[in-house]
């Protein structure tokens, strides 16, 4: 594998990488919030688990497919104009989606799915620059912000929804141009044109075309593993709840405490990859998952927000890498590999979701629910089928 070196950038320092730290915070703000709005959307219009899941398959077409499209965009036009087009559609159609009548609403928020396919490959190529000191840190810090957007999202929604019904959702659209600003003013393209240009290539091309071939099915399934079972909860779980006469606030927090130990898991597995194994790591947070969430599901009060924060703990921590891992599969083009993998997590996890609608139509959501945590454990099997020198990203 060839490798050659280059000075260390501390990610600390730039601010380009807290632009898009802090875009990505408000990015999944609104992408999660929408869980909460389309549950009491769904509710209020009659609408079936399998319609709910096949709205979040359109909500990810624009969210999902879009990305190795703009990932590739990235790697041509830097990332800034699509870090702040993205964060503007997705304000815009959020507000819209306050405003219009139930149906026009489910519209505007399944479209609003494009800005975050917009933003989601150009963050990550900042957040994951080659040339970082401590790269697994700076790239789980990134994913962290986004999943702390994620986990405030829903108890936000939740608190302005039960208070002020679909208008006040408009309050989380004004509060997401702050992103909007931000990004503007502090995002430097100029750094990553220079870094295309004179940038390390860390692992050899023939190689990478070599490791591709034989572990695509298993990064696959590990995508999946990881992305369909968060996909599933996320969308099922808020239903289940306000179905069960759950008040929406608290669905909220219930959903939110998944969504907080996804944001220590994200860090915690970035920080981690510095230090141990990367595969055991993953082989970890996958196969740990089932427990928490086979009984985590069914329970109440404080155990119920106990064991589903430690399933969104151990299903998160693979997350920065196993992106990494498909970067190091396409050297010269970053965004694209951000685009491909992110994409990919976000596609399957709605199509497992699509499909796992019309089981729960058949079998109930509790059931499906509990059953959602086989995902994970079956994608841990496929971790030993990936040598551990890809799956390090040490520098």
């Known amino acids: 594998m060839a490798t050659h070196t280059t000075i260390p950038v501390t990610f600390q320092s730039q601010t380009s990488y807290w632009a898009s730290c ?11 919030g929408r869980s909460i709005l389309m549950a009491l959307l769904a509710v209020s219009l009659g609408i079936s688990n399998a319609q709910v899941g096949l709205i979040l398959i359109i909500y990810n077409i624009g969210n999902a497919l879009s990305q190795p499209l703009f990932g590739w965009l990235t790697d041509r036009i830097g990332p800034k104009k699509l870090v702040v087009g993205g964060i503007l559609w997705m304000v815009v159609l959020s507000a819209l989606t306050a405003i219009l009548p139930p149906w026009w609403a489910v519209a505007t928020l399944t479209a609003a799915g494009l800005g975050s396919g917009m933003f989601h490959p150009a963050g990550t190529t900042i957040a994951t620059r080659p040339d970082y000191a401590r790269r697994n840190l700076a790239t789980g810090l990134f994913f962290f912000f986004g999943s ?27 509060i997401a141009t702050t992103a909007l600003v931000f990004s503007l003013v502090a995002i430097d393209d100029s750094a990553f044109q220079n870094q295309s240009k004179n940038n390390v290539v860390h692992d050899d091309p023939k190689e990478a075309k070599v490791s591709i071939g034989w572990l695509f099915v298993p990064v696959l399934f590990m995508l999946v ?44 597995g970035g920080m981690l990859a510095d230090i141990v194994d990367g595969k055991k790591i993953v082989f970890l947070g996958l196969a740990g998952s089932l427990i928490p969430i086979w009984f985590g599901v069914p329970a109440t009060g404080a155990l ?9 703990l151990l299903t998160a921590m693979p997350h920065s890498i196993l992106v990494l891992l498909v970067q190091s599969f396409f050297p010269k083009g970053r965004g694209l590999a951000s685009g491909l993998a992110l994409g990919g997590m976000f596609f399957l996890g709605s199509v497992f979701s699509y499909f796992a609608g019309l089981i ?14 086989i995902l994970p454990l079956i994608g841990a099997g496929m971790v030993l089928f990936i040598p551990a020198q890809l799956i390090q990203n040490k520098n």
């Open 22 to 32: 802090i875009t990505h915070f408000f990015i999944d703000f609104l992408n999660n």
């Open 148 to 174: 702390a957007g994620l986990f405030v999202g829903p108890i936000v929604a939740g608190a302005l929804l039960e208070e002020w019904d679909r208008i006040g959702y408009l309050a989380a659209a004004a």
């Open 225 to 268: 593993g990881y992305s369909a079972v968060s996909s599933i909860i996320m969308t099922y779980l808020p239903k289940h709840l306000i179905e069960s006469g759950i008040s929406v606030s608290y669905a909220g927090w219930v959903t939110g405490s998944f969504l907080f130990g996804a944001m220590l898991g994200t860090l915690s």
């Open 304 to 312: 119920q927000l106990t064991l589903l924060f430690i399933a969104g």
């Open 360 to 373: 729960a139509d058949q079998v109930g959501l509790l059931l499906l629910l509990r059953g959602s945590g």
